[in-house]
């Protein structure tokens, strides 16, 4: 089996502010779509300045675990619960985001990379959102050499930080129009896939990818070439309210059992 329909491992909640729905209704989502286990993937940051913030603290955490063991427990005869965390990357403070995950056992630990350092700015720019602040930033910088940027310090992120998964993988400018790869994007993309086969993390298959763009992240030239490299895939939601909980996993392998695509390209899909 390629892929797992009957896990979502990357939920979130709204313990990060920018999620709806308490842990148990994701739990009980989860349920009533007859999937067999779900995974919080909780976002962690370290060093961010951004404002509002959009992750937890160690104190959230600390309910987090607290309420995750509680649900555990309590529906054990109906569904696996795990709790994981989304770390999200920072190239200022590699040392201290692996001392912090370090501190506690989490079930499954994601890589991600959301905010980025922008000259001359004191607040990170959020490559992830779609608020006009940040898209207005992205453009003024260049949205291919941001991307760049982004690939290279994903290639770093997967060397420096010990992690299960890689999650949405081209995800970076998602809301960035025209955005497309050209040669040097690829070559990133492809020395990326290699490192994380390297480090032994699987790649993520993030399903909200279809909403945005008909699509799930990364790309499905991306996904078979991961596939074919024999990366393992995980699927995940990246639900941020419970109703969004398994979607679009009916999909996943229809798309897995396709071939890939005879050009070396990866087109942007957008
Ligand atoms: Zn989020
Ligand atoms: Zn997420």
Known sequence: MLIDTTTDNHVHTSLCRHAVGTMEQYVQAAISRKLKSITFLEHLEEGINYAPRSWLTEEDFELYFAEGTRLQERY???????LGV?????????????HRLAQRKWDIIGLSYHFCRIPGQEEHLNLL??????????????SSR????????????VQRIRADVLCHLDAGLRHQPDLSYDATHQAKIKQLLHRV???????????SGYDLRNQP????????????????????????????????????????AGAASSQASVQSGN
Do not use: W
């Open 76 to 82: 054990r005869d109906q569904i696996a619960i795990s």
């Open 86 to 98: 989304e770390a999200g990357y920072n190239p200022d403070c590699p040392e201290k985001i692996q």
């Open 129 to 142: 959102s779609r608020e006009k602040k940040n898209i207005r930033i992205a453009e003024q910088c260049g």
């Open 146 to 157: 941001l991307l760049s940027r982004y690939l290279d310090t994903l290639i770093e992120a």
């Open 197 to 207: 086969k390297e480090a032994g993390m699987a790649l993520e298959i993030n399903t």
């Open 217 to 256: 992240f990364p790309h499905p030239d991306i996904i078979l070439r991961a596939r074919d490299m024999q990366i393992p895939l995980r699927a995940g939601s990246d639900a941020h309210r419970p109703e969004d909980v398994g979607r679009h996993f009916d999909k996943l392998p229809a798309l897995l």
